[in-house]
Structure formats: C-alpha cells, structure tokens
C-alpha cells in the first residue's frame, strides 16, 4: 500500500529563516489529516513544498510513491491545491474560472461541462457563479476556490487554513463538505491553527512547532498520551476570588485531583486535571458539599488538543499565536510567496 | 519514451460517486507532453482567452492605446506643419514621416508593457494558481502574453496606417502593408520576451514601471522616429544606428514612400555602413534571437 503522501526530514530555509526544520508524516489513502500550529510554524512552506511551488533543501517528499522534485508534473496533476490566500482573477466569473482552470489540468472539452456543472451543485454555487468574482463574499470565494482544488478529482485535496476569515455559517459549509468528501473517500491534507477545526474533521493530526512535528497520532491518541481528564467548575456565576482559592486549597488535596488553577479571566472559575476514568467528578462535587461551597455548573471533558500542544511546547497555542503575529516580518512574508 | 506507473488500489476502494471524486486507481503518467501537443494548445488557448476576456471588460487599455499614436500623428505631426518640403528626406510631409515613427513606437510600448499584467499575477498569486497546474510547459504562459501582444499592436497598426492614410501620408501596397504587420510583429515579439523576463527578475511592479519608463521615452528620442539621422550630430547617429527601433522604422518608412521597393534598397545610412531592407530586416531577427536567449535563463528561473 503506498501512501498517498509521504514526507521525510523535509528541510527548507527561507535566507536566514529556517521555515521548515524537520518534518516528516505520512498520510494514508482515504484519511483526513490535519496539520496543526501557529502561524509561522512552518505548515504553510510544507504546503509549498509538496504542491512544487518550493523546492526542498533536503528531504524526500513522494506523492502516491512519486518523488515531487523528480516529476513535478505527476505530483501538479496528484493534487488540488488550495492556497490560503486565495487569488482570483476578478475581471473572470466564477464559471469562467473553473474553465480556465479545467483547461490548464487538461481537461477535456467534452467532460469539463459536466464537471463543472456538478461541482456548482454540490457547493452550491449556482446563484452567482455567473457574476464577476470581484463581487464574491469570503464564504463565495472559497466555495469557488475548493472547486477549483477539486475540478481534476485530485487523489489528494490540499487545503492551507480555509476557514481563516470565514464567518461561523461559512466555516459550517466548509466543514460539512470535507466531512462529504472523507465519506467519498478523498483523501485531504488540511493545515489550521483552529484546534476546534483539526480536532471535528481530521483522522490524524501532526502538530506541529519551530518548522518540527512535536507530535503525532489520531486527535484521540494525543489527548490519551497527555492524560487526566479536566473538569470546568464555576462555584457561582462571578465566583469571588477568596472563595474560588478556599475551593483550589480543598480540591488539591484529593487525591483524584492533579491539579487545580483558578481562570480569573472566566469569572474565577476553577480548571481542575483529574485522573481519567475516575469518579473524580462525583468526588469534587460531595467534597464541596461536605465544606458548604455552592456549585453553579461542573463539567467533564477530555484533554484539548491545546492541552496537547501545551505539554509539548510549555506554551498555549493561543500565546505562540500572539508571538509568531508580533515576530512576523510581513515583506519577507511576501517575498517567500511570490514566484 | 514514455513510462507508467499503476499505484496499487487504494484501500478505501474510493467510491466513485456521481460528483466523480476521488481516483486512487488512475495511473500516473511520468511522461511530458511536448511543444506541439494537444495539451500544450489547450492551456495556451485557455490563458490567452483570459486576457482576451480582460480587454472585452476593461477596455480602457485598448482605447488609450489606439487614441495616443493618434495624438502623436496629429499634435506632433502638426509641430512640423511648416517645414519646407524635401527637408525630411524623400517623404512628401512630415505626416508621412512620422507615421512610421508612431507605428513602431507604439508597437514598442505595448509590447514593453507585455509584462505588467504578469507581475500582477505574481504579486497577486493568481500565477501560483498556474504553477502548481501540470502545464505541459510553462512557456504557455509566455506565449499566451505574446499572442495577446501582438493581437494588440496589429490593431493599432491597422488604425495608425488608416489615420495616416486619411491625413495625406498615402497607403503601401498590399505587400507593403504585409511587410509593415511582418516587421511589427518581429519587433513586438523580442520586446515582449524582454518584458516578461524583466516581470520575472524583478522584485515588485514599481521597479517594472520605472523600468518601462526610463526605457521608452529614450529609445524614443535615441531613434529615427521623429528625425532623420542627418539632423542628429554624430554621437546620436551611432546610438540611432545601433537602436533596434531605427531598424524597424526604416524599413517601414522606405514601403511608405517608394512603390517599387526591393529587400537591397537601402533604407539607413548609418556611420559605419548602408543598411539595406534586407539587412535591416535581419537585424529584426538577430535582436529576437538575442532578447529571447537573453531571458530565457530568467524565465526558466521561475517557470523551469
């Protein structure tokens, strides 16, 4: 069984910036895998890489056991690749894109109708695919873009961030159509830096940090390899803070409980790591009731794949979001991207 | 010699449905279509189609470029209204001499424009879009530019050769006209390949404009397009004579103003020999041949 995509020890330097510093996964036929990390992790130039708009300093990267650097041509026509900013020719409509792209991956006249007209209706584009796409909303253009990604029945979708700037109905659309083409048995490369995103549509995740993947596995593995389970307590509505600390001093010394911070940003909530498979939460709630502390909602979950990337990297994605935005030089930012 | 390679099935048996996705059993062909393919044909067609759509919607550019040589022919063909007949060689006005001045520099400006539109698709990513599609070759991208260059500048020709007719410069024959489109086209083509390596070097589109601008108006001037050579002192006429407008000009002014013309008439005296229609000619396609060598390594850069 070849893989669909194989990537090994993938090195590329942009100058003095090393973009990618090791990276190596392996995708299956037929799975949605996901790539996940801040931005500026490297996700993006791996991206790059793969669909031939980079060449790799080192590494071997095969497409369904095809080297991209040896046959680039195989490798264009392997993938849908669907950049994250997306690039329209705004003077075209939306159909006449899709014909000029149908024309570059050599489809032929008599199929390319056809194709097109199904991909209208499935992302259901009919209502304004007519119209210039200067006019297309966020949510148009990157409906038009995944159909553009897909008009060759690619063996792999590559989709770099396509939710980013979406409004929540759109996101929905969006996801609801990869969720359609896994049941097809597409197989699609997504990278995000939305945990909620990785963690709803992709089979196995690659985290990813600094240009190096820190872990790997399906969503599930990761969170059982980082352990405990959390629970979310709100003592009250707005709990005071002396009250909330009394709860932490209380909560720490059972012995199911890990350990405890209280979330001054969430109204002094308690977030609390407890041994998995436990009956920590019953436990929690009669320790409460036993000292008089009043309880206003409780809540078990497993560990988030933030929680994941937090015991790889020491820091929450959201920080390392922060820092890469801040550390972002937006010239060699365009340089990198331009051909 | 071409080779397949059948990747096994794909385990999920990629239920084909009726959208059509999906294809883990495709074979992958590793061969490359050539130049002349059906492949390469389509593409070229298709990127060309583009452009074409883009002047149907927005055709400011065109009306610009067929409205500016004719305020060449008439404000500054009007400049030299007065100036006694025979000073300008054997053209009968100064009209008549301009004409083939226009042509070509108009011709000449479209065509070092050729790469704008290009470094928008660079700056834009729109030519990502294109790089990451398993072109038959890329140089469809440049010969899709060019077919629209050209296009372009027979369209101004046509109307610069008409509005010089009906202002008195008089009409070639017919294969005086077809050797006019011939040099047009020759000149255009180099010069569109000297812009579109120049769209690939370059880092952004204001370079490219400064560029086009520091270029244009000088070879303007540095050419027999609004003067003979006799009025030039002699440093002017040997950048005159090495300016490859002049070799365009020339010839174009010679068809305008002999009926009887053949391709060992001379057509520019230059300071260091005779250039006849001929040589000229060749001149033309020496300086393709240089200009399109010369950017061939910058487009492979990006587009290898």
């Given at each position: 069984m070849v893989a669909a995509v194989r990537i090994e020890a993938l090195q590329k330097r942009y100058g003095q910036v090393e973009a990618v510093k090791d990276v190596s996964l392996t995708i299956e036929s037929g799975e949605v895998f996901g790539l996940l990390g801040p931005n500026g992790a490297g996700k993006t130039t791996t991206l790059r890489c793969l669909c031939t708009l980079a060449t790799p300093d080192a590494g071997l990267i095969e497409v369904s056991g095809v080297s991209v650097v040896k046959h680039p041509k195989v490798a264009r026509q392997c993938l849908g690749y669907v950049a994250?900013?997306?690039?329209?020719?705004?003077?075209?409509?939306?159909?006449?894109?899709?014909?000029?792209?149908?024309?570059?991956?050599?489809?032929?006249?008599?199929?390319?109708?056809?194709?097109?007209?199904?991909?209208?209706?499935?992302?259901?584009?009919?209502?304004?695919?007519?119209?210039?796409?200067?006019?297309?909303?966020?949510?148009?253009?990157?409906?038009?873009?995944?159909?553009?990604?897909?008009?060759?029945?690619?063996?792999?979708?590559?989709?770099?961030?396509?939710?980013?700037?979406?409004?929540?109905?759109?996101?929905?659309?969006?996801?609801?159509?990869?969720?359609?083409?896994?049941?097809?048995?597409?197989?699609?490369?997504?990278?995000?830096?939305?945990?909620?995103?990785?963690?709803?549509?992709?089979?196995?995740?690659?985290?990813?940090?600094?240009?190096?993947?820190?872990?790997?596995?399906?969503?599930?593995?990761?969170?059982?390899k980082v352990g405990g389970d959390r629970i979310t307590l709100r003592l009250r509505e707005f709990t005071p803070h002396d009250e909330a600390?009394?709860?932490?001093?209380?909560?720490?010394?059972?012995?199911?409980?890990?350990?405890?911070?209280?979330?001054?940003?969430?109204?002094?909530?308690?977030?609390?790591?407890?041994?998995?498979?436990?009956?920590?939460?019953?436990?929690?709630?009669?320790?409460?009731?036993?000292?008089?502390?009043?309880?206003?909602g409780i809540a078990q979950s497993r560990p988030s794949l933030d929680d994941v990337y937090l015991a790889a990297t020491g820091t929450t994605l959201t920080d390392a979001e922060m820092a890469a935005a801040s550390a972002r030089d937006s010239k060699q930012y365009r340089k990198e991207n331009m051909r | 010699m071409s080779q397949t390679i059948t990747p096994p099935p794909a385990q999920s048996s990629g239920s084909v449905t009726s959208s059509g996705l999906s294809g883990g059993d495709r074979a992958l062909d590793l061969s490359t279509p050539g130049l002349l393919s059906g492949e390469f044909v389509q593409e070229t067609a298709a990127l060309t189609k583009r452009l074409?759509?883009?002047?149907?919607?927005?055709?400011?550019?065109?009306?610009?470029?067929?409205?500016?040589?004719?305020?060449?022919?008439?404000?500054?063909?009007?400049?030299?209204?007065?100036?006694?007949?025979?000073?300008?060689?054997?053209?009968?006005n100064y009209g008549q001499f301009l004409g083939a001045g226009v042509i070509v520099f108009t011709a000449f400006g479209g065509a070092l424009n050729a790469g704008l539109p290009v470094m928008f698709d660079r700056e834009f990513g729109f030519l990502n879009r294109l790089l990451v599609a398993p072109l038959a070759s890329r140089f469809s991208i440049v010969l899709a530019s060019s077919i629209f260059i050209a296009a372009l500048s027979m369209v101004q020709t046509a109307v610069i050769v008409a509005a010089s007719a009906a202002?008195?410069?008089?009409?070639?024959?017919?294969?005086?006209?077809?050797?006019?489109?011939?040099?047009?086209?020759?000149?255009?083509?180099?010069?569109?390949?000297?812009?579109?390596?120049?769209?690939?070097?370059?880092?952004?589109?204001?370079?490219?404009?400064?560029?086009?601008?520091?270029?244009?108006?000088?070879?303007?001037?540095?050419?027999?397009?609004?003067?003979?050579?006799?009025?030039?002192?002699?440093?002017?006429?040997?950048?005159?004579?090495?300016?490859?407008?002049?070799?365009?000009?020339?010839?174009?002014?010679?068809?305008?103003?002999?009926?009887?013309?053949?391709?060992?008439?001379?057509?520019?005296?230059?300071?260091?020999?005779?250039?006849?229609?001929?040589?000229?000619?060749?001149?033309?396609?020496?300086?393709?041949?240089?200009?399109?060598l010369g950017v061939r390594a910058l487009l492979q850069r990006t587009l290898a």
């Open positions: 994250q900013e997306v690039a329209l020719d705004k003077v075209l409509t939306g159909r006449e894109l899709l014909e000029l792209q149908a024309a570059l991956y050599h489809i032929p006249a008599k199929q390319m109708g056809d194709r097109i007209q199904n991909l209208i209706t499935m992302l259901d584009m009919s209502d304004w695919i007519d119209q210039r796409s200067g006019t297309y909303s966020g949510g148009m253009r990157r409906r038009l873009d995944l159909a553009t990604g897909l008009l060759h029945q690619p063996d792999v979708l590559v989709l770099d961030e396509p939710t980013v700037g979406l409004d929540i109905e759109s996101r929905v659309v969006v996801w609801d159509f990869i969720r359609k083409l896994r049941t097809q048995g597409t197989t699609v490369l997504i990278t995000s830096h939305y945990l909620e995103e990785i963690d709803a549509l992709a089979d196995r995740v690659a985290i990813i940090d600094k240009g190096m993947v820190i872990a790997s596995g399906s969503p599930s593995e990761l969170k059982d600390q009394a709860a932490q001093s209380l909560l720490q010394s059972l012995d199911c409980v890990q350990d405890v911070i209280i979330n001054e940003v969430q109204g002094n909530s308690l977030n609390l790591v407890v041994k998995s498979q436990s009956d920590a939460l019953m436990r929690v709630q009669t320790a409460l009731k036993q000292a008089g502390l009043p309880t206003f | 074409f759509i883009q002047l149907q919607r927005r055709p400011t550019t065109l009306v610009a470029g067929v409205i500016q040589p004719l305020m060449w022919l008439i404000l500054f063909g009007a400049l030299f209204q007065n100036v006694p007949e025979g000073l300008f060689g054997t053209s009968q202002l008195g410069a008089g009409l070639p024959g017919v294969v005086g006209l077809i050797l006019v489109a011939a040099i047009v086209l020759t000149l255009v083509l180099g010069v569109t390949g000297v812009s579109l390596g120049l769209a690939f070097a370059l880092p952004g589109h204001v370079e490219l404009i400064a560029v086009i601008f520091v270029t244009n108006l000088p070879l303007l001037f540095a050419s027999t397009a609004l003067a003979p050579l006799a009025f030039m002192p002699t440093w002017l006429q040997w950048v005159a004579s090495l300016n490859p407008l002049s070799y365009a000009i020339e010839p174009i002014r010679f068809v305008y103003t002999h009926a009887l013309w053949s391709l060992g008439d001379v057509v520019l005296t230059a300071p260091f020999a005779d250039v006849t229609l001929g040589m000229a000619l060749l001149v033309l396609v020496g300086f393709d041949a240089i200009a399109l």
